[in-house]
């Protein structure tokens, strides 16, 4: 039985001052995430596993909306944006925004948003409804477990 890869150091800046949620929990719930997403990832086969570090960057929505115009060329901001270098960028007002919607805190919101761009660098795509679909379960088991372990 060969050995569970050793996640990649994880790093978190926090940019968004406008939105209140709990850095703490945020980083908790993400940390717990990781070895879970890297399991994922021998699934999907990504390069998450090969990485020498995840930075996982809470923004804005001006700084989000820069950022997706310039690199995605769409207007406005959006949830979640995953570089295959090892950025994770999220949303805080996206999440404030939505987390009402799904019944969520914007801490448990942005922890989504992290553990979908995460599953993003294991080899997820989303572009196609079952591939799709597929990342939608493995994102809310892997946020569910990560929540419950960080408590």
Do not use: W
């Not at 914007?106 to 989504?112: M, Y």
């Not at 294991?122 to 799709?132: E, N, S, V």
């Amino acid at each position: 039985m060969k050995p569970a890869p050793v996640p990649p150091p994880l790093h978190f800046a926090h940019r968004c001052r406008s939105v209140r949620y709990s850095r703490s929990v945020f980083e908790s719930i993400v940390r717990a995430a990781l070895p879970l997403c890297l399991a994922e990832s021998e699934k999907a086969g990504g390069p998450l596993a090969r990485l020498p570090a995840i930075e996982v960057t809470v923004l804005g929505r001006s700084a989000m909306s820069r950022v997706h115009r310039d690199f995605l060329g769409e207007p406005g901001p959006t949830d979640a944006i995953t570089f295959p270098y090892g950025e994770v960028l999220v949303c805080a007002t996206v999440a404030a925004a939505r987390a009402k919607e799904f019944g969520n805190t914007p801490t448990r919101e942005l922890a989504l948003y992290a553990i979908h761009g995460i599953l993003h660098l294991a080899g997820h795509d989303d572009t196609a409804p079952a591939p799709a679909r597929r990342m939608k379960a493995a994102q809310e088991r892997i946020l569910r477990t990560a929540a419950n372990l960080q408590l």
